[in-house]
């Protein structure tokens, strides 16, 4: 079965800093990846993903995260933190079984940058 | 254009009650998700169509949740009787397709459930 483990429950960084949010997978065939931000009393929005192509994915709001296949990782960075990214972070995976798709999550990080 | 709609937002019941969800996603996708989160937890599906049909019905706890899209647009979810374990947040995702290369999932705000 398809799966995302997010290792970290909280991360805490400093504004302007560089901020990484972890994600593992495990899946058979080739991974979809997702990443999704959620604020308080909010959906989820959707980051970025990635599905093929080059390992650094490029998303919104600054994001980017990178895609290691010997490491089964898909971690997620910014280069410099700002207090409004303080939010609950959810990687998460395709499943494709029986033909039709649906996302697997993580249990979610919560990252709090502090001013 | 306008995003998945949810309500209500929120709903607080008592054990044992039924209670009744409504989501419209966005106009002209064909698949339709349901997702518990649980307070801690990550989103789990509970059921997912494609236009009027169930494809995926899995995980949910049938005897006491149904769902229906009945002319492959909005959506109901319902639970009946309500537990105390049902208390999350029930959020209502969309898909133009069945593939999510080009598109990925679309997610309301969700309807948070307290039972008491």
């Known amino acids: 079965a398809q799966s995302v483990a997010q290792p970290e429950d909280q991360v805490n960084v400093a504004e302007g800093n560089p901020l990484t949010v972890k994600c593992t997978y495990s899946?058979?065939?080739?991974?979809?990846l997702f990443w999704y931000v959620q604020y308080p009393n909010r959906g989820l929005q959707f980051l970025l993903k990635?599905?093929?192509?080059?390992?650094l994915v490029k998303g919104s709001y600054g994001f980017e995260a990178e895609f290691n296949k010997s490491q089964t990782s898909f971690h997620l960075k910014k280069p410099s933190a700002l207090v409004s990214d303080s939010a609950l972070y959810f990687c998460?995976?395709?499943?494709?079984?029986?033909?039709?798709?649906?996302?697997?999550f993580g249990a979610g990080t919560r990252l709090a940058v502090h001013p | 254009e306008a995003g998945v709609a949810q309500s209500p937002r929120y709903k607080i019941i008592e054990k044992r009650q039924s209670v009744a969800f409504w989501c419209n996603p966005i106009?002209?996708?064909?698949?339709l998700y349901w997702y518990q989160q649980i307070l801690g937890q990550g989103p789990k599906l509970l059921i997912q169509?494609?236009?009027?049909?169930?494809?995926?019905d899995s995980q949910l706890p049938k005897d006491r949740f149904s769902a229906e899209r009945l002319k492959g647009v909005d959506s109901t979810l319902k639970i009946q009787p309500a537990k105390l374990e049902d208390s999350a947040v029930y959020l209502c995702?969309?898909?133009?397709?069945?593939?999510?290369?080009?598109?990925?999932?679309?997610f309301g705000n969700g309807t948070r459930l307290t039972v008491t």
């Open positions: 998460a995976v395709r499943d494709g079984t029986g033909g039709y798709n649906k996302l697997i």
């Open positions: 899946v058979s065939g080739n991974p979809y």
């Open positions: 990635y599905i093929t192509g080059d390992n």
């Open positions: 106009s002209g996708h064909a698949t």
């Open positions: 169509f494609q236009n009027n049909g169930v494809v995926d």
């Open positions: 995702a969309s898909n133009p397709s069945r593939d999510f290369y080009n598109s990925p999932l679309h």
